[in-house]
């Protein structure tokens, strides 16, 4: 178990903490483990001493509930697919939570669908850049149809 120097006031709520601190001069130093119970819990009536942080729990990981395709936040290959049936997969394999809980700890990005994109983008073009422009909204339209937005 490793001991990393810690400051009271940076003790979360849930960490395992050891205090290690002198009783009286002729005493040698005393070490007391603890589970804070709020955060900045420096234990006991004393709160001198030296703090050690030995764990700190891993927030719970809540994955999304809506069907869809995710992919992780931070930089992963692996796309995630949650069906109407609430069944996880990677690829072409069902997959445990467990291991998309492993994978994706950090976060999800759900990926829309191409047509949703296209269709944002060309709202905003006809919203923003072309409403003077009447001969290119068809152009916009146009493109836009290519890629299943339809009016």
């Not at 990005?109 to 006809?126: F, N, W």
Request: hydrophobic letters at 40%.
């Amino acid at each position: 178990m490793t001991r990393t120097p810690i400051e009271p006031g940076d003790i979360r709520e849930g960490d395992l903490i050891r205090k290690l601190w002198v009783k009286c001069p002729a005493v040698r130093a005393v070490a007391t483990e603890y589970v804070a119970y709020q955060d900045g819990d420096a234990y006991g009536p004393l709160v001198e001493g030296n703090f050690f942080l030995l764990d700190r729990p891993k927030p719970p990981v809540v994955l999304p509930s809506e069907p869809g395709h995710y992919l992780p936040a931070y930089e992963n290959p692996k796309v995630f697919t949650l069906d109407a049936e609430g069944i996880w997969s990677c690829g072409l394999r069902e997959t445990s939570i467990e291991r998309v809980k492993h994978d994706c700890g950090n976060g999800m990005v759900k990926l829309e669908p191409v047509a949703e994109t296209a269709r944002k983008m060309r709202d905003a073009i006809l919203a923003e850049y072309i409403p003077s422009f009447k001969a290119n909204d068809d152009v916009v339209r146009k493109v836009a149809a290519e890629f299943g937005v339809t009016p």
